[in-house]
């Protein structure tokens, strides 16, 4: 059936008003990277105002929404309730390093997880996507010894029905399975590979910016093993990334299978030819190599030291493949563009700028940023390092 877009009607501002859901506003804060009285003083009002629209005790005056729609550089059909509705227990998402990244910046990141939720449930009104399907595995966060991360991950790779041998393209498994990947836009690329699972659809966002097929296929496993084990438990500690760490391990490079090919010296041949067999760095392979106990940490540390040497730990030697694609959504937008539903139609649907909903459906990490420095308006002496606004904010 196709969309008869004359018939959607923009939303006003008295209407924004008397709908407004603030759980909007903080999104809109949040992806713009502003701290409530910073978006307080542009919009004349007090810290504490902000935090009563946010909260919902206090609903916004239409002229203050219209003021926070220049602000933001979001339209007054953004501060109505989106599609997609976060269970109330929202689950924190999983950050590799909570030291590295200031809180403004997670934040941000965040923000696009739930905007690619919006995105997602809009989709789903008119496709079907693959019900979740994760087994969850309680794991104890304080026990560092335990095998539970490996028991995990091949209880995972049952579970999926993975064969013995090399895990094929990572990403279509995981969508195939119910679980949304997408790429961060380029402003984000401070903030490493998440994930989260909020009630909507667990979702891993992986950083543009490494272009690196191996270590992406990495991280992927990673942050599956974090959807596995690590739903509800406190994020960024040293033993919880350790345990995703041991998991993809697990799920990519499978003890029953690698321990008699790993070698116990550094064979550059044999570990390049895994390298291209297993779809993993060499650096991942050194590591397991050693955690399984073949190779010495003598020779482990030797040979980390060569790579080091050869400029081998930022790029390993050898063609680089593409970076597996997300397809989940860029297909759903094929198939509905094919009956007349522009993205133009599907943004609104999403209650999202043109912009954000591009680089949510993107098959590939979207370099580009999404409003270039020229375009975006006003001093950002507010911003954070590694913060960059996702909207075009205006004085």
Known sequence: ???????????????????????RLTLARQLVGLRKNALAAKIDKSATAVAAYENNTKRPAPATVAQLCLTLGVDPSFF???PHQPTASIATPHFRSLRSTTQLARDQAFAYGMIAGDVGAALERHVEFPESNIPRLSVDVDDETSAMPEEAARLLRKHWGIKAGPVGHLVRLAENNGI??????????????????DGYRPTIVLNP????????????????????MHVYAEPGSKVVETQAHRFAAEL?????????????????RVLAALKETYGVSIQALLYRSRSLGVMSDVT???AISYLSSKGWRRREPGEMPAVEQSSLYPR???????VGMNELALAKEARVTVGLFRAVTARVPVCEELFSESQVIGSQSHLEEGV?????ERN
């Not at 059936?1 to 759980?23: H, K, N």
């Not at 990519?252 to 550059?268: I, T, Y």
């Open 1 to 23: 059936m196709v969309m008869d877009s004359s018939r959607r009607t923009e939303v006003q501002v008295g209407d924004a008003s008397r709908l407004f859901d603030g759980r």
């Open 80 to 82: 109505l309730p989106g």
């Open 180 to 197: 949304v990947v997408v790429f961060s836009p380029a402003q984000t690329g401070a903030v490493d590979a998440y994930s989260f699972d």
């Open 209 to 228: 910016a490494k272009e690196d097929y191996y270590r992406q296929r990495f991280d992927v496993a990673h942050e599956i093993g974090h959807l596995v």
């Open 252 to 268: 990519l490079l499978p003890e029953s299978e690698l321990r008699d090919v790993l070698p116990s010296k550094a064979d550059w």
């Open 300 to 302: 482990y540390r030797n």
């Open 332 to 338: 759903a937008i094929e198939i509905l563009s094919g």
């Open 388 to 392: 960059i606004p996702l909207f075009r």
